[in-house]
């Protein structure tokens, strides 16, 4: 018995430092990528490259012991795929980052009732209908802001704009977002921002706005109406898709189908069927967000 009572007389004894170590040691960081989710393949290749190419310098960098992927919707690994995981390896934290540009109900409401942060009649309701799984981790949840937050969509669109432009002086810009309904004021807002920043650094200071998702119940209308009308002022329309990662169904169906629409197109039409991912911005910003919050964790401590 004597090795036991000098066990526990050793426990009783722990100094400060020796219990600040324990807790320190029992805490456990993760990030979380947080994506809309999709039926495409190339979609959901491009989110999961995204989190090989930031795993070094979050974990690297920061006090983050893990890094995974998850879909919101239509495709595993769902968010509570991912916590579950989480929970089962003993995270004590863990940092949602959503990859989304900017507000909507999945970002507002629809997470936060996932994780149990919320409790949203609507969302509720929404996520019973789309069999989406809501889980309370046993891990703390900690949620970032979103892409919007810094300047990393007009620096995006504007790369890619230079790289499609001819002649700027004869030039228009259409920007194609997802769009949400409830929050309709603040994504225009955010592409008329972006919009104005192109036409500040180019002088293609011609621009509209259409939209691809279910705000348009995934019409390509408002793709040919954003680009016709630009046309009434401008020889050619330059379109961006303002979309985070390439998906057939958008790209190609919806807005490449709405600029089949515009008469003349392939004279009149300067467009790329590609997205905001890759972008070096944007891993960045993932980084340094990453960094913030897991410092923030640590002081908790």
């Not at 989480?86 to 009732?113: A, Q, R, W």
Request: with cysteine; aromatic share 6%.
């Amino acid at each position: 018995m004597l090795p036991l009572i000098l066990s526990g007389c050793n426990t009783a004894s722990e100094s400060p430092d020796t219990l600040v170590q324990q807790e320190q040691d029992q805490q456990k960081t993760g990030v979380l990528l947080v994506s809309h989710g999709s039926h495409s393949e190339t979609w959901r290749t491009t989110l999961f490259k995204l989190e090989d190419n930031v795993r070094e310098r979050i974990i690297g960098n920061t006090h983050v012991d893990g890094i995974k992927s998850a879909f919101m919707e239509y495709t595993e690994p769902s968010i509570a795929t991912r916590l579950k995981e989480f929970d089962k390896e003993g995270y004590s934290d863990v940092i949602i980052v959503p990859i989304l540009l900017t507000v909507s109900s999945h970002s507002f409401d629809d997470i936060p009732t996932i994780v149990g942060i919320k409790e949203n009649p609507e969302s509720v309701e929404m996520l019973k209908l789309e069999k989406i799984e809501r889980y309370t981790p046993e891990a703390e949840v900690h949620i970032t802001p979103l892409l919007d937050f810094q300047e990393i969509l007009q620096d995006n669109v504007l790369r890619r704009a230079r790289d499609l432009s001819q002649n700027p002086e004869e030039e228009g810009l259409a920007l194609i977002g997802y769009g949400s309904e409830p929050y309709k004021e603040e994504w225009t807002k955010l592409f008329e921002a972006t919009a104005d920043h192109v036409a500040a650094e180019t002088g293609i200071d011609t621009y509209s706005i259409g939209w691809c998702g279910h705000i348009v119940r995934y019409s390509p209308d408002s793709t040919t109406t954003a680009v016709e009308r630009v046309l009434e002022k401008e020889k050619r329309a330059i379109v961006i898709p303002a979309l985070v990662a390439f998906d057939e169904n958008f790209q190609i169906r919806i807005i490449g189908g709405g600029i089949e629409k515009v008469d003349n197109n392939q004279e009149r039409v300067l467009y790329k069927p590609d997205s905001i991912l890759p972008d070096p911005g944007v891993e960045k910003w993932i980084v340094d967000i990453s960094h913030e919050y897991s410092k923030i964790i640590d002081k908790k401590q």
